[in-house]
């Protein structure tokens, strides 16, 4: 893919990270005293005859956090995970059939942290044209192909003020079609976009 040589290549780290010893292992990472819950992603890429689109993914009305959001597959970092690539490689197994054998690893964009502490590392991948999703109704409602041309364009991205329930929030916004992608989600496109066109 033309783009790959502008991602990161070595795998950024979680750092400093901690591991809290209970029923579960969680992998945190603390900064300036603040816990975030390790987590992956991965920014799964297709392309197809009229060009390369981006696989997002909306999650089920009936999680207990996130629900009816846009997002990529992923997840938090468990004991069994080798490594934060394998729980995205997981997490897009279980939410949308996506085996690691269709995927190529093209490298990583920088982790990010979201307002309800999680830090994520996003891992890019190119998927295999003749994958068929098999959607898990469990946690995802629906698959979304994103044109990248889409996030290309910077007139596509919006930053929004608003209130919720009498907070007011900042975030990024890209509205595709009748599909609002905001949150840690946004955050990601923009980022992958400033590598890729910057």
Do not use: C
């Amino acid at each position: 893919m033309k783009y790959s040589q502008k991602l990161i290549k070595d795998m950024p780290a979680f750092t400093p990270q901690t591991s809290v010893k209970d029923d579960n292992t969680k992998y945190y990472s603390v900064i300036d005293g603040v816990k975030y819950r390790n987590s992956a992603v991965l920014v799964p890429l297709i392309e197809k005859s009229n060009g390369t689109e981006i696989i997002l993914t909306i999650r089920s009305n009936d999680l207990p956090s996130h629900a009816g959001q846009i997002s990529f597959p992923g997840g938090k970092v468990d004991a069994k995970d080798k490594n934060p690539v394998d729980t995205a490689y997981r997490e897009a197994f279980e939410e949308i059939g996506l085996s690691e054998k269709h995927i190529k690893r093209l490298g990583y964009l920088d982790i990010t942290t979201t307002g309800t502490n999680y830090m994520i590392l996003p891992v890019v991948g190119l998927i295999d044209i003749d994958f068929l999703p098999k959607i898990n109704k469990n946690e995802v409602e629906d698959i979304i192909y994103l044109p990248l041309e889409f996030i290309e364009h910077k007139n596509n991205l919006k930053f929004v003020d608003k209130e919720f329930n009498g907070t007011r929030k900042s975030f990024y916004l890209y509205q595709y079609k009748e599909y609002s992608i905001w949150g840690a989600t946004a955050r990601i496109l923009k980022t992958l976009s400033e590598r890729f066109f910057q």
